[in-house]
């Protein structure tokens, strides 16, 4: 008998959804501004263009080490008071708030890539929990609902974080000039407020929901018991590999795709902009600051259409399927980054920034809510983490890769690596076509 059954779950309130998914409004908080700001710091620190994705690989190889553990131990966690995710949502919170107060006040590369390291590590610790919190507490009839639920919070908390160091230095008078190669004070107060909005919503999931607690605890403390010898706690992360669900494997090569487009992404639109609108390589020249605020700008616009794209997607997966919906989001999303190579316009830059969104959301949303129905319960956690070594795999190949191909292939202009991540989402937009999605063919039965 599994730990708990779908059936046995009682249906949430709104409100309920929202609290409990109130946490990645402010663990976005972290991401966007890692996201936006990592590349522009990196380079006003002295990395080169060709190093760039390198000095990136602390973030994925991070996540490589921490989620499947993560996972794992959050399955064999619990406490009457605190239950089974919520301890590790609070200390993730606090461990990431910690991280981005200290990032922005890095003084060379290599205290960056350590902060990166930590601010990386805090985040999953946090953030995996919260894709298994889902399928402990929901019914299937509301498996989607949650995961886009926290889509339009993570888009929320992304669009504020993305336009913070452009509010602080348009409207509040704060300085976007590295003083002695040292970051900008807009970026350093915007990570300040990112570190405080972090540990707050996620302090609000972890008063504000409560959590079911195993059927038969009996059953449950002896598994665990069995469970604390690192012998068998190592068997069965590295096990969990060979016994992994069809619809996970064909998963991990659309993720794989996916991935490589938003590394892309993440790394390379900060430099491929200021090449390409602002006429600029120097990454101490007041051009290449405008341009990383910018990108700020473009980061909000996607993630807000995100946020509003949530809400759609769960009609239009009723309405044809999830894979397919999954693939046509995709689809747009690739060509959409694709083209930004043909705009010089800074404002016309914001029009691909859509089609992103739509792909950022279904992104966020299908692949779980397809996973969740092929996951047996008592493993949920150790299995959303696992599966997230098939977003972080490809963000290791694109550190390796992506480098080169910008240096080699596209004589240093990043707005062509962009282009290669547009193509790379296309082909994950075919690949999602393939998916078997359990939960679809049961209902057609």
């Known amino acids: 008998m599994e730990m708990q059954t779908h059936a046995l779950k009682p249906r949430l309130t709104f409100w309920q959804l929202w609290n409990m998914s109130f946490g ?36 994925p190889v991070t996540g490589l080490l921490v989620q499947p553990v993560i996972g794992y131990l959050s399955d064999n966690t619990w406490h009457p008071r605190w239950g ?17 107060f200290l990032m922005p006040n890095s003084v060379a590369v290599w205290m960056a890539v350590a902060m990166l390291w ?3 590590a805090s985040i999953n610790i946090s953030m995996e929990p919260f894709r298994a919190f889902v399928g402990d507490k929901l019914d299937t009839s509301q498996q989607t609902a949650g995961f886009a639920m926290q889509t339009f919070l993570i888009g929320c908390g992304a669009v504020i974080a993305s336009l913070l ?37 996620v302090t609000w999931t972890v008063f504000t929901s409560t959590e079911l607690p195993p059927p038969d605890l009996d059953r449950f403390e002896a598994q665990r018991k069995h469970s604390r010898s690192f012998s068998v706690a190592l068997r069965e992360i590295m096990g969990g590999f060979a016994h992994m669900p069809k619809t996970m494997v064909q998963l991990a090569f659309v993720q794989f795709f996916s991935w490589i487009a938003l590394f892309a992404l993440w790394i390379y639109t900060g430099p ?8 600029t390589t120097d990454p101490l020249s007041p051009g290449y600051q405008d341009a990383g605020n910018w990108v700020g700008v473009m980061f909000a616009v996607y993630n807000g259409m995100s946020a509003l794209a949530a809400f759609v997607l769960p009609v239009l997966a009723r309405r044809t399927s999830r894979k397919a919906c999954h693939a046509v989001c995709l689809a747009i999303g690739g060509l959409s980054l694709a083209s930004v190579f043909f705009i010089h316009d800074k ?39 696992l599966f997230n070594f098939f977003i972080v795999i490809p963000q290791i190949v694109s550190g390796l890769v992506l480098g080169w191909f910008t240096k080699h292939m596209f004589g240093n202009h990043a707005v062509l690596t962009l282009v290669l991540g547009g193509v790379s989402m296309v082909i994950a937009a075919v690949l999602a076509l393939f998916v078997t999605d359990r939960a679809e063919r049961a209902a057609h039965r």
Do not use: C, E, K
């Open 165 to 201: 160091p452009i509010v602080f230095t348009n409207y509040l008078g704060v300085s976007n000039v590295p003083v002695d190669g040292g970051v900008p004070d807009s970026v350093r107060y915007s990570f300040y407020v990112g570190g405080a909005a972090f540990l707050l919503a």
């Open 347 to 385: 404002h016309l830059l914001l029009i691909p920034m859509l089609g992103v969104g739509v792909a950022w959301a279904s992104i966020l949303t299908m692949p779980y809510a397809i996973l969740v129905a092929a996951l047996p319960p008592n493993r949920m956690g150790y299995y959303m983490g």
């Open 118 to 120: 930590l601010m990386d």
């Open 84 to 100: 089974r995710r919520r301890p590790f949502f609070f200390l993730g919170a606090v461990l990431a708030a910690t991280a981005l």
């Open 272 to 279: 491929g902009i200021a090449d390409n609108v602002y006429n």
């Open 24 to 59: 990645f409004f402010g663990i976005q908080f972290g991401l966007a501004l890692q996201n936006v700001n990592t590349s522009r710091i990196f380079a006003t620190l002295g990395t080169s263009m060709d190093d760039l994705a390198l000095v990136w690989l602390a973030a």
